[in-house]
């Protein structure tokens, strides 16, 4: 597990994840021309609709495997 610190909202928090999906995050952040940072708080604000709400580490995990299913199929 890797553990980095963003600004969401003007807030810090920190997030753990596989080294790989950190990897796959920094990859579709490039492809949709965003920084990771902007990415994050992106799929943040998807997370925060959601009913129930799920933790961002898991709605990081689930994005990333939801885009790379897409690009595959």
């Given amino acids: 597990m890797r553990k980095r610190s963003f600004a969401i909202k003007g807030h810090r928090t920190s997030v753990a994840l596989e080294p790989e999906f950190w990897e796959a995050l920094e990859a579709l952040a490039r492809r949709e021309g965003l920084s990771l ?7 943040d604000r998807e997370r925060l609709k959601r009913d129930p709400q799920p933790g961002l580490a898991s709605a990081l995990r689930v994005f990333a495997l939801d885009r790379l299913r897409a690009q595959d199929g």
């Avoid at 940072?37 to 799929?43: D, K, N, P, T, Y």
């Fill in 37 to 43: 940072s902007a990415l994050i708080a992106r799929i």
